[in-house]
């Protein structure tokens, strides 16, 4: 039930759901006989892209759980629920009515994760006549000023220079000045692929059956968002810190050792593999990050896990994490409307039901709507490259991978999409384009087994659709790309097909195309 207090407060705390720590900035100075914490349940968080059930479940869940953690610990809490019935739906006409009930001095919030709730929230202070103070946001450990002082004069921004700075003044993995081992990445020894053997006898995460909060949130969700894809059959996400922790000691102990050799390796049926299920503890602030790369540190110095599995662990926090925070911010808002390979066709429906020939595109998919994850290898050279070749709008994919996973918040996924996935910012986010045939997916995984087309053709009625694709993509951004010398050899390979071929092939992917969109 929602908790109404009548006595004017000093501050007012926003707590947003993607904020989840008592150690956030936000409670910096809080007095609990003075100030109160604002939070809200709003059906416009869950339907500004279609959300599937297992991303607005997570959410929910957590934040009852927090909560009802500083209710515990004796904090005046102003809670809106999603069923309320006089919930007006969005954080700003809410958090209007928390300061018209409350009337706060000031709102503190710490910056948000997404340049339209930062937005909303100051134009409804700005209505409502109340100074609305936003913190720094200190659960990375680098800021957003560092950021901009590292860039500041380059002309091509690298996160392999931006995550050597970090590891320099974190002092993670170091040995002085130089890195432990004398290498800096061992990106080249985590592509190893299972083999026809198969993974073997992977050891599962540690699953958080539901209590009776989360099990509120779920028949909550199944009510009220009855319409919207994913399934609640397998939730079992960490939602408490305590949780988080518990997490973070599983993966260290059982799964890191092998996690850097086979981090982009893929196996039908086999979710999580060797990955760390960390990433939504991480993103909603349950679990800090310098929790997970500390432990990831103490593995190698004392349990002897293997260097690369660590220092590939590490990098994915503190190097992407970290580097794609800072391109967020500061292209922000305009780059979410890039689209430097002017893509313009629309997204498949069968991203939404999995109802599709593609082995591999249906068991990513199929993975995805079960259990709101896909590690990033499927999320890259599946979901992602798939959308690249068929030239899918941009815009229509980030919403996509935004609405489905329940570790997406937008500073996160919107350039690792945009820009690393869809190559639509041009080469801020990657050097090249992520481009392959189904050779690769062959390469790295068994979906090809499972599947009625043949990954080596480009041409013909089993021909992949990913390899026809992948050379009717070579053509279409042949001139554009030919500057780019990372695709040197994969152009050299385009122009030995000669032009009868050619042809052949932008005839087969038109066919493609009329035929995924209508799947």
């Known amino acids: ?30 007095d609990g006989e003075a100030d109160a914490v604002w939070m809200a349940e709003v059906r416009e968080e869950a339907e500004h892209v279609w959300t599937t059930k297992p991303h607005i479940a997570i959410f929910l869940s957590a934040m009852r759980h927090f909560r009802d953690q500083l209710r515990a610990d004796g904090s005046d809490v102003h ?32 910056k948000p994760g997404e340049w339209r709730v930062e937005r909303l929230l100051s134009d409804a202070m700005e209505r409502g006549g109340v ?36 590891r320099r003044d974190s002092g993670i993995l170091m040995d002085g000045d130089e890195p ?21 006898d992977v050891p599962s995460p540690i699953a958080f059956p539901p209590d009776a909060t989360t099990r509120e949130v779920l028949d909550l969700v199944e009510r009220h968002f009855a319409d919207h894809p994913g399934s609640l059959n397998h939730f079992d996400w960490p939602v408490t810190s305590d949780q988080a922790q518990e997490a973070l000691a599983d993966f260290v102990e059982h799964r890191l050792h092998d996690f850097g050799s086979y981090q982009d ?32 540190a103490r593995a190698y110095t004392r349990s002897g896990v293997p260097l690369n599995s660590v220092e590939g662990f590490v990098r994915q926090i503190l190097g992407w994490r970290e580097y794609v925070r800072g391109i967020y911010w500061h292209h922000m ?24 020939e ?59 999409t945009l820009g690393m996935s869809q190559f639509a910012d041009g080469g801020i986010m990657a050097t090249k384009p992520y481009c392959a045939s189904g050779n690769y997916i062959q390469r790295m995984s068994n979906y090809c087994e499972h599947c009625r087309y043949e990954p080596s053709d480009r041409l013909g009625e089993d021909a992949c659709p990913f390899t026809t694709l992948y050379w009717d993509f070579l053509m279409r951004h042949e001139e554009r790309l030919g500057e780019n010398p990372r695709m040197g050899l994969q152009l050299y390979n385009l122009r030995r097909i000669e032009s009868d071929e050619r042809r052949a092939v932008r005839r087969q992917a038109t066919s493609v195309r009329d035929r995924v969109t209508v799947e």
Not at 81 to 99: C, F, H, K, M, T
Not at 342 to 356: E, I, Q, R
Request: hydrophobic share 40%.
């Open 1 to 30: 039930m929602t908790r109404l207090h009548a006595h004017p407060v000093r501050n007012l705390v926003v707590v947003l759901g993607d904020q989840l720590s008592r150690e956030s900035a936000a409670f910096d100075g809080f």
């Open 79 to 110: 809670y809106r629920e999603i069923g309320d019935v006089d919930n007006r739906g969005d954080l700003g006409s809410e958090l209007l009515r928390a300061v018209e009930t409350r009337g706060p001095e000031k709102v503190i919030v710490v």
């Open 131 to 166: 100074p609305l103070e936003i913190r720094v946001d200190r659960h990375f450990l680098s800021s957003l000023d560092a950021f901009e002082e590292h860039i500041e004069g380059r002309q091509q921004l690298l996160m392999e220079r931006f995550y050597r700075e970090i």
């Open 180 to 200: 432990v081992g004398d290498q800096w990445n061992y990106d080249a020894e985590n592509r190893k692929s299972f083999g026809a053997e198969g993974p073997g």
């Open 265 to 296: 390796a893929m196996w039908v049926e086999e979710p999580y593999l060797y990955h760390s299920r960390l990433s939504s503890a991480l993103n909603l602030k349950l679990l800090d990050p310098r929790d997970a790369v500390d432990a990831a």
């Open 333 to 356: 808002p305009e780059y979410a409307e890039q689209n430097a390979l002017d893509a313009d066709a629309p997204l498949p429906g069968f991203y939404w039901t999995a109802d599709t």
């Open 358 to 416: 593609m082995a591999c595109m249906r068991a990513c998919i199929q993975q995805t709507l079960d259990y709101g994850y896909a590690h990033h290898i499927q999320r890259l050279m599946v979901t992602g490259l798939f959308a690249l070749l068929l030239g899918v709008e941009p815009r229509l994919v980030h919403e996509w991978y935004l609405a489905v996973y329940v570790d997406a918040v937008e500073w996160v996924e919107l350039p690792n």
